[in-house]
């Protein structure tokens, strides 16, 4: 079985990372209309390249280690995938809360007053976004291109943003109050109260070949700048 291998963040970092949805399509050509009739099925898969900056020699031997351990196209490399443009919590609630434009004395007391300053009759107010990153709201089958989130998050989850479930990756076409349309479809079947993970979407990729991983060692201080082409791995 396919070991799965980190890559730590901290020490290989990228200056440049890009996703495409590859697919193969058929065609025999322009007919005599001169149209050209596509035969389509949904094989869509993420190819990616990922260039990471020059490394010092911490992160350089970080890498030789990773190349040794992913052996070609043998094992499988966990990578992080860059969420911007969408609303996401990133470990300090009141942040999060103030990036929503939740005013300091509602965030001290918990809960968000009326306009006008007045309260529930219990004393109590609105309660404060929830930073939880969504969960499915039902069970969701493989080949599934929509679902319905739960959660604050879940529900202003932007257009072009992802999300990943199991290190499969996936990205939202459009977002109606948590009902989401994505592609591509779902690899595998999701369970209720599954987890959309939002924040820090991950993906299972291998190298597209057994060159694409080569840290080269300057003068045994630093390494230069690498890229690494990559593509889905389905297996689990």
Do not use: C
């Not at 990372?17 to 025999?28: C, P």
């Not at 389509?40 to 260039?51: C, Y």
């Amino acid at each position: 079985m396919a070991r799965v291998i980190d890559i730590d963040d901290a020490l290989l970092k990228r200056k440049h990372e890009n996703f495409w949805l590859d697919l193969d399509d058929v065609s025999a050509g322009g007919g005599l209309s001169g149209r050209d009739q596509i035969v389509f099925t949904e094989n869509r898969r993420w190819v990616g390249k990922l260039d990471f900056r020059a490394m010092p020699i911490d992160a350089v031997r970080n890498a030789i280690g990773v190349g040794d351990q992913v052996r070609g196209r043998a094992n499988k490399l966990r990578i992080s995938v860059q969420n911007e443009g969408t609303l996401q919590f990133v470990g300090n609630s009141n942040d999060f809360h103030r990036s929503l434009g939740v005013s300091e004395a509602d965030i001290a007391r918990g809960f968000i007053e009326f306009s006008d300053g007045t309260r529930f009759s219990d004393g109590s107010g609105f309660s404060l976004p929830d930073h939880d990153d969504p969960v499915f709201v039902y069970d969701t089958p493989a080949g599934a291109s929509t679902a319905l989130l739960d959660g604050y998050i879940g529900r202003n989850l932007s257009p072009v943003a992802g999300f990943s479930v199991n290190d499969f990756y996936y990205r939202v076409e459009s977002n109606e109050d948590g009902s989401i349309v994505f592609n591509p479809p779902l690899r595998e079947a999701v369970l209720a109260n599954s987890l959309a993970n939002i924040s820090a979407p991950k993906m299972q990729v291998r190298l597209a070949s057994k060159e694409d991983w080569r840290p080269f060692v300057e003068y045994a201080l630093y390494g230069r700048e690498m890229s690494v082409n990559v593509v889905e791995a389905f297996d689990r």
